[in-house]
């Protein structure tokens, strides 16, 4: 059971990346970040069954989260990136028994 994030890595702003969440026996659910000194914070859910996506303001049309069921895949696309941005970004994610797990992170920087 776990959850392996990938496409991280260094960006100018304005640019884009799109993060992926591989999730085994698990469901994956939403995306956070953190930067050092500071807690960590929703970037966006996807709910699998009932509730609607959700973003943090700040980045309310700029990202988007989408997952693929058939590949048990969520990913996060950013684009107009800003140095405000740079952070680790985590998947959290479900089990089927209903513990709340998270993948290792992977880091974003956006260099301005």
């Known amino acids: 059971v776990q959850l392996v994030e990938s496409g991280g890595g260094l960006v100018q702003a304005g640019g884009s990346l799109r993060l992926s969440c591989a999730a085994f026996g698990s469901t994956p659910m939403g995306w956070y970040r953190q930067v050092p000194g500071k807690q960590r914070e929703l970037v966006a859910v996807?709910?699998?069954?009932?509730?609607?996506?959700d973003y943090a303001y700040s980045v309310k049309g700029r990202f988007t989260i989408s997952r693929d069921n058939a590949k048990n895949t969520m990913y996060l696309q950013m684009n107009s990136l800003q140095p405000e941005d740079t952070a680790m970004y985590y998947c959290n994610g479900r089990t089927a028994g209903g513990t709340t797990i998270w993948g290792r992170g992977t880091q974003v920087t956006v260099s301005s």
């Open positions: 996807l709910p699998s069954g009932r509730g609607s996506t």
